[in-house]
């Protein structure tokens, strides 16, 4: 099934949604793809992100921004260097 856009709904990523503030679509509830691009990639790459990053949806027991198990300090791709959920 395919994830939409948290703000208006499209199932299309990169730039055009009208209602974001960035005008991207975010895609924020697959924690196995990048929120703003699709890709299962971590780490820089990201041609739709703002840091230019992957960031996974919610929902997994992982960190968005690099996939571990870990908390606290120690993302190597957070822009906070803290993992996230």
Same mark, same amino acid.
């Given at each position: 099934?395919?994830?939409?856009?948290?703000?208006?709904?499209?199932?299309?990523?990169?730039?055009?949604?009208?209602?974001? /503030?960035?005008?991207?679509?975010?895609?924020?509830?697959?924690?196995?793809?990048?929120?703003?691009? =699709? %890709?299962? %990639?971590?780490?820089? =790459?990201? /041609?739709? %992100?703002?840091?230019?990053?992957?960031?996974?949806?919610?929902?997994?027991?992982?960190? !968005?921004?690099?996939?571990?198990? %870990?908390? =606290? !300090? =120690?993302?190597?791709?957070?822009?906070?260097?803290?993992?996230?959920?």
């Amino acid at each position: 099934m395919a994830t939409k856009c948290r703000y208006c709904g499209s199932t299309s990523y990169g730039l055009g949604c009208p209602h974001s /503030p960035t005008k991207k679509h975010e895609h924020v509830n697959d924690e196995t793809a990048c929120e703003f691009c =699709g %890709s299962r %990639s971590y780490g820089l =790459g990201c /041609p739709h %992100s703002p840091t230019k990053k992957h960031r996974h949806g919610h929902g997994g027991d992982k960190c !968005i921004w690099c996939g571990s198990k %870990s908390t =606290g !300090i =120690g993302c190597p791709h957070s822009p906070t260097k803290r993992h996230e959920r």
